[in-house]
């Protein structure tokens, strides 16, 4: 039987994002998992309105980064300014220092500015003048990225793409959501409306719930068939890293937590492993797209 809060949740994101159960549902696993998401698509799908809906919705505290190819990385983490009368520097915190950030068009900035989300997204923490500074928890980031092939993009490097635990895409609704969207109140009203259905701290009980469901030895089996495969068929340049196993793990226990389970299913797995890996893998032969990850679930048998 599903959670409560999660029915809730999701049925409010759903009226804000029309015709997107799918994409808003992996979302969502990604944040109980604890991951940062990672949305690659076109101008004007509704990344932006996703993020500021989601943290909306949780009640967290919420900041936007706008990244720009001038950006400098005290833009995000802050910087520290000398203080004559005290002859001391104090650090004045960047946006960085929320619960939920959304870092839009993050593929815009320079690699160096990029690469100062690493530290963060990674450890919830950033280091400035030798000193460690905690992230408030929860802490989510959500990235949106223009296509590669757009002007003035910088591709992200593979260790900043493997900080997100998922990439998903939003694309172009369907012809009866899209009509709902233009005879519809706009979406900017609605979100300034917008209450929120939990608090922060029903959400750290939520994610703490979902890493708590049961996982067989049989299905522990089968996600490591899955990363000896990418690792061993030769169809990849490099197959899944041990982190990406563990992140595949806590995604498919927080889909079937979604799912009113307590309990994963290899249907799990399979559901989340998509937005998991695609930003990961990188096929020797790149004519097997678009069903590549197809053919990935269909080679590795089900105990």
Known sequence: MANKDISLILDTVNDIIIGKQQPIKLALACLLARGHLLIEDLPGVGKTTLAHTLAATMGLSFQRIQF?????????????????????????????????????????????????????????????????????????????????????????????????????????????????????????????????????NVLLTLQQQASELIVSDALIDYLQKILQHTRESGHYHHGLSPRAGLGLLNAAKAWAFIEGRDHVLPEDIQAVLPSVVNHRLQLVDETQQPDWIDSLIQQVPIP
């Open 68 to 200: 720009t190819s001038d950006m400098l990385p005290a833009d995000i983490i802050g910087i520290s300014i000398y203080d004559r009368e005290s002859s001391k520097f104090h650090f004045h915190h960047g946006p960085i220092f929320t619960q939920f950030i959304l870092a839009d068009e993050v593929n815009r900035a320079s690699p160096r500015t990029q690469s100062a989300l690493l530290e963060a997204m990674e450890e919830h923490q950033v280091t400035v003048d030798n000193d460690t500074l905690n992230l408030p928890e929860p802490f989510f980031v959500i990235a949106t990225q223009n296509p590669s092939h757009q002007i003035g993009t910088f591709p992200l490097p593979e260790s900043q793409l493997d900080r997100f635990l998922m990439r998903i895409e939003l694309g172009y609704p369907d012809a009866n959501a899209e009509r709902q969207l233009l005879k519809g109140i706009d979406r900017r009203q609605l979100l300034k409306q917008l209450q929120a259905v939990i608090t922060a």
